[in-house]
């Protein structure tokens, strides 16, 4: 098979993957590649029709499609070689990629790759969401293209299931199409967004079910209802003919499970370091593949900074050898990123760890090795907000053992 | 291509019913020399009982010696193997393991391996725990005894009947689908009312499925035999979990279901399935959390490791079950008509059997052509994950579905193509498209502007 070079290998072009290039390039570094397996590069933005994007990157405030082109314009500016209907399909140690496009495949010899792959939202049958197959059940993220990318309508009169911040996407690209949604339903009895964000769905004249259990979707061919329990134990079934299927985000990590990279079971992300390096540390990982999930803006400077690690591997290599885990050893703790600790005294580690939570919480959030208490403050949180914790106390020199996260 | 138009000239044998048995019904008779047409209710071929199942090829050593099932499977099985390298089929050798997991079970080992021997399956053989552990080091340890099957594999449920018709119709033969049989009269020969017009023959050949009884009823005016159908669902995980398993992981049958299996499919996933519930429905194939819940469950009891991977897909079959034990197929001679009637849950390995059976049942008639010593072989669909697929070869046009790997290519070829699918279903079936693990979060827009104005129902409308 042919083989091609190059430098600095990024595998996705959405918002994490363009900024990271942009900024390589800033800082001096050269032959930086991204390999997008879409016809356009610009990620998810490029189908979310609506406000807002770019406030704190590119200081103004920009329609994801508007958001996408900029990210894109800046990245060619910058002089980064941009791939399009290039599809990875296999990742091989040592920074060495098997590519797909078109015309052809070839592997691709790089010094270091960066996943920038991004999430999607789970399915329904990842939900186990049972009932008859009908067409007409999408995720938000189908939806969207469908509606912005592709213009056109998959139905009329859908319902909602979860309540998550993307629902309201959802909502959004419906009424851009002239789409009714019906109600949305809501496992908890509370919807899953930010205080500021909850009387959102009220405002959009959509009701809200909350407790729900046992969802079905009813019909052959397209939908023609949807069926619930509510917390009370009484069934229920509203017409509609189609389902949107929200939130529950999962990294695009396919690729991932199918490599020599370790994956992490809690995100479902890459297994990484402090410094966004992945088991091989000739791979770096960045933006929305490392958990589900936060916004362009923070995946922008996530992936500014991962890029500042990068020019530093390059010119002065972080090494480190052996590494400890860095995991929840609490049923609350959803996930904690980075997962590995490595020794290195190389400048521009994160200084904070991310976590999530599986519930509501209070306590004592409380990192542990060896049975000692490394570091701990009072924390009272829920899943939907992101959690950030110094990582400084844990990096001690003569740390040997695992560090366990506990909520006391 | 007969003309079809010519009312004087009726076929040779009208076939009811498009599934894996209708298909492979097709193809041995249009080989045989006759001019045939089949007859579907549905938009799509393989949309009943054949929709889904576990895609095994069965070498028929757990069925009753001596029924007309063990013998059509053997059959079936045996000319699958003789004609799949010219259709262009795949077979995944992965070989199958019948494992027992308490006392009870490990009693009648024995009586299985007996069994298998009597039904002419020789390479059936105990195996100690150890054995089996070391063949399959990912089992739960709690596994207590069994016997390996090496010659039961996995094949592709769709592309094989797919190829079956596909072939039929290269040699000569007409579909119709969209066309339900509604009623008919024989006088000499038969005169069908269907949903698209009279259509004479003067034979049909009923392999209506899970209506075999309907069609009987219909046609004949009484009914051998009725249909109970029988749910079976699935849960699919995602590739990566192959790697855990080679071999297929069957259970100790009870009397009525196979048990819940453990299978790589062909397409590269691992499957756990199939429950087996009994209902009134014919059309219902609906899914249900719990049964779903208790499946993964279970595959995780058996396989510790896949409770580490995402959940890809589901799906459910109905198997056209009868009062009966064995296949319910009779020539009623004298009607110029063949019942076939009750393929329940090992249709896909058998209907090659099957259909060579109803050939020879029907030696004495005289078709309108010779037999077709070389039949055309038409292209198959390639979409085996275990060989080279279409995004292999260059200049496919672009991938359309990313987590299958689909290609534009294929997808046009499909719709372009001899018995082009009309709805998402039919087009899933020939190309995978959104069938991975995403289910259509990334193909989807992609797909309905690609597909604009051939599929029904659309995927999406637009303004104006
Ligand atoms: C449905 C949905 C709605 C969202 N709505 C918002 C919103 O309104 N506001 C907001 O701030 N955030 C939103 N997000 C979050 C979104 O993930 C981030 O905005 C941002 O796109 C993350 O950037 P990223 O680069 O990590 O991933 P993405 O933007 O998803 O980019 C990943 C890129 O990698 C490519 N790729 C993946 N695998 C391969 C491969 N094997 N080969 C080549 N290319 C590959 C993909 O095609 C894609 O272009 C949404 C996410 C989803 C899924
Ligand atoms: C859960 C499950 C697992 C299975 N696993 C396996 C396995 O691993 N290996 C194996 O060998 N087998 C397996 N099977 C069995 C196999 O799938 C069936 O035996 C087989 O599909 C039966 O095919 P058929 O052609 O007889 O019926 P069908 O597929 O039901 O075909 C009948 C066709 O007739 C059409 N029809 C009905 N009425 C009319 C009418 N009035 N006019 C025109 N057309 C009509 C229907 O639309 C349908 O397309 C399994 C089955 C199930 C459900």
Redesign the pocket.
């Known amino acids: 098979m042919a083989e091609q070079h190059c430098n600095i290998a990024i595998v996705g072009g959405g918002t994490a993957g363009l900024a990271l290039a942009t900024e390589l390039r800033r800082l001096g570094v050269s032959g930086v590649t991204v390999l997008e397996r879409e016809l356009e590069a610009g990620g998810v933005p490029r189908h979310c029709g609506h406000y807002p994007f770019g406030l704190r990157e590119l200081k103004r405030v920009l329609k994801g499609p508007d958001y996408a082109r900029k990210l894109v314009q800046n990245a060619r500016a910058a002089g980064v070689d941009i791939r399009c209907d290039t599809t990875v399909t296999a990742l091989h140690p040592q920074a060495r990629l098997s590519v797909n496009t078109s015309e052809g495949s070839y592997e691709l010899q790089a010094t270091r790759v960066v996943l920038c792959m991004g999430v999607r939202e789970s399915s329904r049958a990842q939900r186990f969401i049972g009932g008859q197959r009908p067409m007409g059940v999408l995720t938000t993220g189908a939806l969207q293209s469908m509606v912005y990318l592709n213009h056109q309508r998959p139905f009329r009169r859908p319902v909602i299931i979860g309540s998550e911040l993307v629902s309201f996407s959802a909502i959004m690209t419906c009424r851009h199409m002239g789409m009714r949604p019906q109600a949305i339903l809501e496992e908890n009895d509370r919807v899953t967004v930010r205080q500021f964000m909850r009387p959102f769905p009220a405002l959009t004249g959509v009701p809200i079910r909350f407790n729900t259990s046992n969802i079905r979707i009813l019909g052959e061919k397209t939908v023609e209802a949807v069926a619930y329990t509510d917390g009370e134990g009484q069934g229920h079934q509203i017409a509609a003919d189609g389902v949107i299927i929200s939130g529950r985000f999962r990294p695009e990590s396919a690729l991932l499970y199918a490599s020599h990279l370790e994956v992490d079971q809690g995100t479902g992300g890459p297994s990484i370091d402090q410094y966004g390096r992945a088991s091989d540390p000739s791979y770096f990982c960045t933006g929305n593949l490392l958990r589900p999930v936060e916004t362009s803006s923070w995946c922008w400077h996530e992936a500014v900074e991962t890029a500042g690690r990068i020019a530093q591997d390059i010119a002065t290599p972080i090494g480190g050898e052996g590494h400890v885990p860095l995991c929840s050893a609490d049923p609350d703790i959803r996930f904690v990123v980075p997962q590995r600790l490595v020794k290195s005294n190389a400048p521009n580690a994160m200084t904070q760890m991310q976590l999530r939570l599986s519930q509501p919480v209070s306590g004592h959030l409380t990192a542990l090795s060896d049975g000692k208490t490394l570091w701990g403050d009072y924390m009272s949180s829920r899943p939907e907000r992101r959690i950030l914790a110094p990582l400084k106390p844990l990096l001690k020199p003569d740390l040997n053992a695992p560090v366990e996260l506990r909520v006391l | 291509m007969p003309d079809t138009s010519d009312a004087n000239e009726p076929f040779d044998v009208a076939i ?9 019904m097709a193809r041995r008779f249009t080989i045989d020399g006759a001019r045939v047409v089949v ?4 938009a ?15 070498t028929g050593f757990d069925a009753p010696p001596g029924s007309l099932e063990q013998k059509c ?1 053997a059959d ?1 099985y045996a000319e699958y193997l003789e004609i799949r390298e010219s259709l262009g089929l795949p077979l995944l050798k992965c070989g199958a393991m019948v494992l027992a997991w308490d006392d009870e079970q490990v009693v009648q080992l024995d009586g299985l391996v007996a069994k298998a021997h009597k039904n002419g399956v020789m390479d059936v053989a105990l195996r100690s725990r150890a054995e089996i552990l070391t063949q399959e080091p990912q089992l739960s340890s709690a596994v207590m005894g069994g016997f390996v099957v090496p010659s039961e594999y ?1 094949i592709d ?1 769709w592309a094989s ?1 797919h190829a079956y018709i596909l072939q039929a119709l290269a040699n000569g033969a007409e579909l119709r689908r969209n ?4 009623s008919g009269v024989f006088d000499r020969v038969w005169r069908l009312e ?2 698209q017009g009279a259509v004479r023959a003067k034979q049909v050949i009923n ?6 009884d ?2 009987d009823e ?1 046609l004949l005016g009484r009914r051998d035999f009725s249909i109970m159908p ?5 849960v699919v995980f995602d590739k990566p979990a192959s790697e855990l398993v080679e071999a297929v992981i069957l259970p100790v049958p009870t009397k009525t279901t ?1 048990g819940v ?1 453990i ?1 790589r499919t062909i397409f590269g996933n691992i499957a756990v ?4 519930e009994e209902q009134e429905s014919r059309t219902d194939a609906s899914t249900d959390a719990e049964a779903l819940k208790a499946l993964r469950d279970k595959g995780i009891e058996m396989l510790p490791a896949l409770a580490d991977y995402e959940v890809t897909t589901v799906y ?5 079950a009868t009062e009966f034990q064995d296949y319910q197929i009779t020539n009623h001679a004298e009607q110029g008509y063949i019942t ?12 090659l059997g ?1 259909a060579r059976h109803v050939s020879r049942l029907n030696a004495g008639v005289e078709f309108s052509g010779a037999p077709i010593a070389t039949p055309i072989c038409p292209a198959p669909d390639r979409l085996s994950n275990y060989h080279p697929r279409d995004w292999e070869s260059p200049d496919h046009g672009g991938i359309i579905c990313h987590c299958e790997l689909v290609t534009k290519r294929e997808i046009l070829a499909a719709l372009d193509g001899p018995m082009a699918p009309t709805t998402l279903q039919g087009l899933k079936r020939r190309t995978r498209v959104c069938m991975g693990r995403c289910q259509g979060f990334y193909c989807t827009g992609p797909l309905a502007t690609l597909t604009e104005g051939r599929l029904d129902p659309a995927l999406g409308e637009r303004d104006g």
């Open positions: 009811i019913g498009a599934g894996v048995v209708g298909c492979a007859l579907e209710k549905a799509e071929v393989l949309d009943g009982a054949s929709k889904a199942n576990s895609a095994i090829l069965h499977i079936g996995v449920p009947a066309c339900e049989v509604l269907t949903a392999c209506a499925g899970l209506y075999g309907v069609i219909r029988r749910k079976g669902q699935f196979k299996v299978f399935g199939p429950t087996a459910a079959g109905l198997r056209p076939v009637g009750g393929i329940r849950s090992t249709g896909l390995s058998a209907a099957i």
